[in-house]
């Protein structure tokens, strides 16, 4: 058995995914594993490695690009795919497999030819590839390679469906994976047969270090901490706490997080926007993510995710961890229901019900026996899903 591991990832700037890849490849390499970090997306400048060994090489797939006369043709080759997808695409039928396959080789043949060559040099290791566009740059690089490849989409799969490299393609093209992680049963079930059949789940470790759970008296805090986008559908948790606001008005809002793309602006933009149409701007706090941002709001009355989708949120699972109350949205994929059983360790809602997440709020912090039953709950998570049990999960996997 190969004990060598080639991580694959788009970026590394600091979001879920990839604090999730870092740290299971740290456990790896002290479990005598070779590991190294292998970025499709990313400027050496961009990377953010802090939740990564300094020990482990991170490898920018850009350093091994080269220009080719070849390259005229892919973009005229992007510009005809684009025309003929777009018909599909309106009418929201699957593209044909033949033109998604053209398509995603115009969009990403350098990032395939360098891959292609990657691999070659190093096919005794195992790839583990996470997210889009990554895994299909895997798996159409690895086709006459040697190497074991295991991909895990972070993500909703259901939403990935309807995008143009979506259930035909990954039906065809996903063939090459030996094997598939999924973060719950619910992303499992809407793959294709033929590679749900390939596939286990396994949930997100809980990061180790985290402070020890706390049990007294709580700030009047409703928290959030997450990256800032518009999946996260903060405007949604703002309406909510304008209605818990009229009957506690002690109580303020602090979102913790940070943007890293000009949509994420945008989504920023309009949260604030309706900060201010609703009357509540002196009782919201926006914060940067901080490295310390577990001890910081250890002993806030309610962790709150209003989220659209998730894959399995970090964010809900380390609030758990340290013992925080959590409220969260009963979103696709299913990661929140696979660990919060409603009412015992912690209270879901549907999703987008501003009302409803506003009531369950209101039960965390008027009910101080259910917050310390939530609370006391919550935190058997932090064994369960330990770096090291999760890790050795993902080894037998190996």
């Not at 619910?186 to 990061?207: C, L, M, Q, R």
């Not at 945008?266 to 900060?275: G, S, V």
């Not at 006391?376 to 080894?395: C, F, G």
Request: aromatic share 10%.
């Amino acid at each position: 058995m190969s004990k060598k591991v080639l991580m694959v990832m788009p970026v590394l700037k600091g979001g879920g995914a990839e604090r999730v890849a870092s740290i299971l490849t740290n456990e790896f390499y002290k479990n005598g594993y070779t590991c190294e970090f292998l970025l499709t997306s990313c400027k050496k400048e961009e990377v953010i490695s802090r939740d990564l060994d300094g020990k482990i090489p991170v490898i920018i797939l850009r350093d091994f690009f080269k220009k080719s006369f070849a390259d005229s043709f892919y973009k005229l080759l992007q510009i005809f795919t684009s025309v003929i997808c777009k018909p599909f695409e309106k009418a929201k039928r699957s593209v044909p497999v033949v033109f998604s396959y053209l398509s995603f080789v115009a969009n990403y043949h350098k990032e395939i030819k360098a891959l292609k060559k990657v691999l070659k040099e190093k096919e005794d290791s195992t790839v583990v590839a996470f997210l889009q566009p990554t895994i299909p740059m895997v798996l159409l690089a690895g086709r006459k390679t040697k190497n074991k490849i295991i991909v895990s989409e972070r993500g909703d799969p259901k939403r990935q469906m309807k995008h143009r490299y979506g259930y035909n393609f990954i039906k065809k093209y996903y063939e090459r994976a030996d094997k598939v992680v999924f973060q719950t049963e619910d992303a499992k079930k809407t793959y294709p047969s033929n590679i749900s059949a390939k596939g286990t789940v396994i949930f997100n470790p809980i990061k180790e270090n985290l402070p020890e759970p706390y049990k007294g008296e709580r700030n009047k805090n409703i928290t959030t901490f997450c990256r800032i986008s518009y999946q996260k559908n903060l405007p949604v948790l703002v309406k909510a706490f304008a209605d818990v606001h009229k009957n506690f008005s002690d109580y303020r809002l602090r979102i913790i997080g940070n943007t890293q793309n000009a949509d994420d602006e945008k989504a920023l933009k309009e949260t604030k926007a309706l900060i201010e149409e609703l009357n509540v701007k002196n009782f919201v706090d926006f914060e940067p993510f901080s490295l310390d941002v577990h001890n910081e709001i250890i002993k806030d009355a309610v962790y709150v995710n209003s989220s659209d989708y998730e894959g399995m949120s970090n964010a809900m699972l380390e609030a758990m961890a340290i013992g925080m109350p959590v409220v969260c949205t009963d979103c696709p994929i299913g990661g929140a229901a696979a660990v919060i059983n409603n009412g015992e360790n912690g209270l879901l809602v549907p999703v987008g019900d501003a009302e409803g997440l506003a009531e369950a709020i209101k039960k965390v912090v008027s009910d101080k026996e259910l917050s310390e039953k939530l609370s006391d709950n919550a935190q058997k998570i932090r064994e369960e899903l330990s770096l090291p049990n999760i890790a050795r999960k993902w080894m037998e996997l190996m």
